[in-house]
């Protein structure tokens, strides 16, 4: 098993173990969701809030290690195995900042958790911008539309493009925690601007290619 793996597994046990460590300190009723301006608008039982979300990290974990295993392409996994398990840990650690946030605000410390959320969720989408060029075709990572999976081609040229776009929609992301109020939901309207670019051109190259 690669390092990113056990650093992975090292970090969801930390995230329980902080759910422990400040389980006494916390409220009976717990913030689990807040909106795009950054209000608490999700309450939840203490137990759910001190450790909902490092049951989540430790399932999509187990997704994450079985999801090369089912994959009819699981043989292509082995071409960009260092970029995938970067990607499970980018995102291990995306949560655990987001678990972090949550107990923060919990204990009573004074931040914006939406404005927070900004910055991480910007340097993911960044990272997932440097690996998309080396992630080979697969059914479950990467810009996956029925004519990107149809042709490796379509894939590599649609995954050239989809880099580019993803570490600019980063970028943009982590300028927006210059404006509290429209940040988060600029960022996802962004990243939503950038999925669907990115599946368009992959149709668009289909089209192309086929003539119509």
């Known amino acids: 098993m690669e390092r990113e793996w056990h650093v992975s ?3 969801v046990l930390l995230a329980f173990a902080g759910g422990a460590y400040f389980y006494p300190q916390l409220p009976q009723n717990i913030a689990v969701h807040w909106g795009l301006q950054g209000n608490a608008n999700g309450f939840a039982g203490k137990e759910m809030g001190a450790f909902g979300v490092p049951a989540l990290m430790a399932l999509l974990l ?3 290690f079985i999801l090369p295993k089912i994959d009819p392409l699981d043989r292509d996994y082995r071409d960009f195995r260092k970029q995938y398990c970067g990607f499970v840990l980018a995102f291990t650690l995306f ?6 946030l949550g107990l923060a605000y919990n204990l009573g410390r004074a931040i914006n958790v939406g404005q927070l959320l900004i910055p991480g969720f910007g340097a993911l989408i960044f990272y997932v911008g440097t690996i998309l060029p080396k992630v080979k ?3 479950f990572v990467g810009i996956r539309t029925p004519w990107t999976l149809s042709d490796p081609a379509i894939w590599e040229k649609t995954h050239a ?11 943009v992301m982590l300028m927006g925690t210059l404006f509290p109020s429209a ?3 600029a960022s996802i309207a962004v990243l939503l601007g950038v999925v669907v670019a990115s599946a368009a051109y992959s149709y668009l190259l289909f089209a192309k290619k086929a003539g119509k």
């Open 95 to 100: 949560l655990a900042y987001v678990d972090g």
């Open 9 to 11: 597994i090292a970090i």
């Open 137 to 139: 075709r697969n059914w």
């Open 62 to 64: 187990a997704v994450f």
């Open 161 to 171: 493009l989809g880099s580019q776009l993803f570490k600019a929609a980063g970028i």
């Open 183 to 185: 940040g988060l939901p």
